[in-house]
């Protein structure tokens, strides 16, 4: 279960701003707003802590029950602003359009795309083949994660531009809830938001153990029971 103590709301309202912040293109204003017409007095900034304590921990809580995805990825970056700068955001999909995992980094690199794949593969288990562009430094990455498997256990590697506009445009689920927000103040508070945003967004997609028996708000809120 997860805790709420310390916090001088109760459960339940501490979940409904998350949620309405993750889910909707709202600002922290709006968020403060939307919760004083309901005769609650909550500032954004207390809004802003919440986002990022608890949104990490929810999507721990989702991953015990997040569904199996395909073998066949397909893996792409964008970007996001933080602290004024643009920063790379690694994100893939299966060929059905389920989220498979996501990594935000300062640069984009052999590094980063090799620490992107690790831990995608670390959360849900080895593809047989990734589809990306034509980044060298996202095919240095992988072919590093290949250099640990053994003959027979290696990812096979494409670069077919057609086959990732899947994953170019699952982007725009996370686009037009960030950009209200115009940028991140820091680096892990816009890490922290991004995996509320991609909770809601998987919870969404119907990936986890109750699709189609709780709608999304319920899936969701079930998740701090």
Same mark, same amino acid.
């Given at each position: 279960? =997860? ?22 293109? %709202? ?6 707003? %939307? ?15 919440? +986002?990022?304590?608890?949104?990490? +921990? %929810? ?20 970007? =996001? $602003? +933080? ?14 359009? &389920?989220? =498979? ?12 795309? &090799?620490?992107?794949?690790? $831990? ?5 288990? &080895? ?11 996202? %095919? ?8 640990? *498997?053994?003959?027979?256990? $290696? ?38 938001? *991004?995996?509320? =945003? ?12 109750? $699709?189609? +028996?709780?709608?999304?708000?319920? &899936? ?6």
């Amino acid at each position: 279960m =997860i805790s709420f103590k310390g916090c001088h709301f109760p459960k339940e309202v501490v979940l409904k701003g998350i949620r309405w912040y993750v889910a909707y293109p %709202l600002s922290y204003r709006h968020v403060e707003e %939307l919760m004083e017409e309901r005769g609650i007095e909550v500032d954004h900034a207390t809004v802003n802590r919440w +986002v990022v304590k608890y949104s990490p +921990v %929810l999507e721990a809580k989702f991953k015990k029950q997040k569904q199996s995805i395909g073998k066949s990825w397909r893996m792409d970056e964008t970007y =996001i $602003k +933080v602290k004024g700068e643009w920063v790379y955001y690694y994100r893939a999909v299966d060929k059905k359009g &389920q989220t =498979i995992d996501f990594f935000l980094s300062r640069t984009r690199d052999t590094h980063a795309a &090799q620490a992107f794949f690790e $831990k995608a593969i670390g959360s849900s288990g &080895q593809p047989e083949k990734v589809n990306m562009d034509q980044s060298g430094a996202n %095919l240095a990455g992988l072919e590093e994660v290949n250099k640990g *498997l053994a003959e027979g256990q $290696k990812i096979i590697i494409r670069q077919i531009k057609y086959l990732n506009n899947m994953v170019e445009q699952d982007h725009r689920s996370v686009k037009r809830i960030t950009k209200p927000m115009l940028g991140f103040k820091s680096f892990i508070c816009a890490a922290a938001t *991004l995996t509320g =945003i991609e909770l809601y967004n998987m919870i969404r997609k119907g990936q986890n153990a109750f $699709k189609g +028996v709780l709608s999304s708000w319920q &899936q969701f809120y079930a998740l701090a029971a």
